[in-house]
């Protein structure tokens, strides 16, 4: 047996592989540099473009554009006017932004349990946790696999709750032959650097309600009914600042970025499903290693490539395992930390305990490397080390 980098051996690679990246190429750059050499640098054409190119690639008949997947979140909840006393259901296997946009809007987080084979929001109990104060919920199609939208819809209209997907994983799968973006009442995107295609930072909303979209508008600029350039077009100066919002604008060169970044979406979705049937494979006769359940009708964007170790198998544990990775040069990550085990939401009285499954997993995940600019030397190594490791510390 080759001798574990941790313990001084040779490891499998000479540099870091990071979990996941961006790519960039020629032509994004050229989008970006013709917005520098324009008159907009900021809520001009480019924005408008993004936001039709995004809607016609999902589906849903209205996208805006914001400047961070959490301003996404934080929009959704103004849209739909949560306000203290409002409890707001919420995956617990998350990351926190998903729960921190109730917080912004003054309401409660209700965390909620997930499935254990697919660690996404489980439906029983979401019903269990629905009270006379229960607004909305907000489903995580965590690691890019849509959640039961279905169920979910029945449970919402039962209730009288709106459905917000926080689909920061899931640009480009689908559910029942229905695109992500369309799943939900409000569906939220972030456009960081390791999702599946980047602004720098950006988010983005989508929705099929006129009403909800713009407000959202209004939100994003301050509550301000006109932005610089209509304006500008109009000649005249006068505005109204309706609603109480933010600056979520996102500048037009971020957007010109996102408009070249799309068009590769397809392809790079199909390069990171590529991948996981590799993976998938490799790890089937590795009894310590257990990829996500993929359910039927479902498609997954693959944003995490998440494994659950099978501790019974294993002489040590998930910190033991991780740091073996890291030492192999495989830059694996865990995702996510159940959201209210961190200290802000313990000192608001969130007790451990809560949700016992996505304790549990939390204790068991390692994310592996996935971003479509891998290479199939990279593949091959992340394969050959979680080998090398679950075969040293196999009991
Ligand atoms: C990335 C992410 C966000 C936040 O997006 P930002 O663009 O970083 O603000 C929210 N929810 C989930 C599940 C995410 O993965």
Known sequence: MKKLAIEGGMPIRPDLLPYGRQQIDDADIQAVVNVLRGDWLTTGPNVD????????????KYAVA????TAALHAAMFALDIKPGDEVIVSAMTFAASANCVIYQGGTPVFTDVEMDTLLLDATQVEE?????????IAVDYAGQPCDYDTLRNIADKYGLALVADAAHSLGGSYKERAVGTLADLNTFSLHPVKHITTGEGGVITTDNAD????MRYFRTHGITSDHRQRAERGGWFYEMVDLGYNYRIPDINCALGISQ???LDSWVSRRRNITLEYDLAFADIPAVTPLTIRPER????????ILLETEYLRVGREQIFAALRAE???????????YWH???????????????TENAYNRLITLPIFPAMSKQDVKDVIAAVKKVMEAYAI
């Open 49 to 60: 473009a993004f936001e039709e190119a995004f809607s016609a690639k999902t589906g849903a």
């Open 299 to 306: 498609s997954s964007a693959w944003h995490i490539y998440p």
């Open 343 to 357: 200290p802000y939401y313990a000192r608001h009285g969130y007790k451990h305990g809560l949700c016992a499954i």
């Open 329 to 339: 040069n495989i830059g694996v990550n865990v995702h996510y930390i159940p959201v």
């Open 129 to 137: 946790k629905i009270t006379s104060r229960t607004k909305a919920i």
């Open 212 to 215: 909800l979209a713009q407000k």
């Open 66 to 69: 914001v400047n961070s997947g």
């Open 262 to 264: 799309l068009n590769k």
